[in-house]
């Protein structure tokens, strides 16, 4: 079940019903266990919200596939770090990372 703190998940034409992103502020700092809580709601990418950064997770299957990527990020380098990571942060690379992660999950790998 998540913890006490604020959520969202965004997502984007063409599919808005399909979150890319899931924004938390946590209470407490989050670990892979406490990201992979917020799972359900189908976004393959979690920003953890703190006070002084955000953190990039990738929502894994379980909280061993779960983990952080691009370190921390401070708040004042958040615009710069969004325009340097586009090519990799656009909606079609996120659809088509998650669309692969769910075929292998269909699949059995881990």
Same mark, same amino acid.
């Given at each position: 079940?998540?913890?006490?703190? =604020? /959520?969202?998940?965004?997502? #984007? /034409?063409?599919?808005?019903t399909?979150?890319?992103?899931?924004?938390l502020?946590?209470?407490?700092?989050?670990?892979?266990?406490?990201?992979?809580?917020?799972?359900? $709601?189908?976004?393959? $990418?979690?920003? +953890?919200?703190? +006070?002084?950064?955000?953190?990039?997770?990738?929502?894994?299957?379980d909280?061993? #596939? #779960?983990?952080?990527?691009?370190?921390?990020?401070?708040?004042?380098?958040? &615009?710069?770090?969004? =325009?340097?990571? &586009?090519? +990799?942060?656009?909606? &079609?690379?996120?659809?088509?990372?998650?669309? $692969?992660?769910?075929? $292998?999950?269909?699949?059995?790998?881990?």
């Amino acid at each position: 079940m998540p913890q006490a703190g =604020k /959520y969202v998940a965004l997502s #984007t /034409y063409p599919c808005h019903t399909t979150p890319l992103l899931c924004v938390l502020q946590h209470l407490l700092p989050g670990d892979a266990q406490l990201i992979t809580n917020y799972r359900a $709601l189908g976004a393959p $990418l979690a920003l +953890e919200v703190r +006070e002084d950064c955000i953190i990039p997770w990738r929502v894994g299957l379980d909280a061993q #596939t #779960t983990n952080q990527f691009a370190g921390r990020i401070p708040l004042n380098a958040i &615009e710069a770090t969004f =325009k340097q990571r &586009e090519p +990799e942060w656009n909606p &079609e690379t996120i659809l088509r990372r998650r669309t $692969l992660v769910y075929r $292998l999950a269909r699949s059995g790998f881990h």
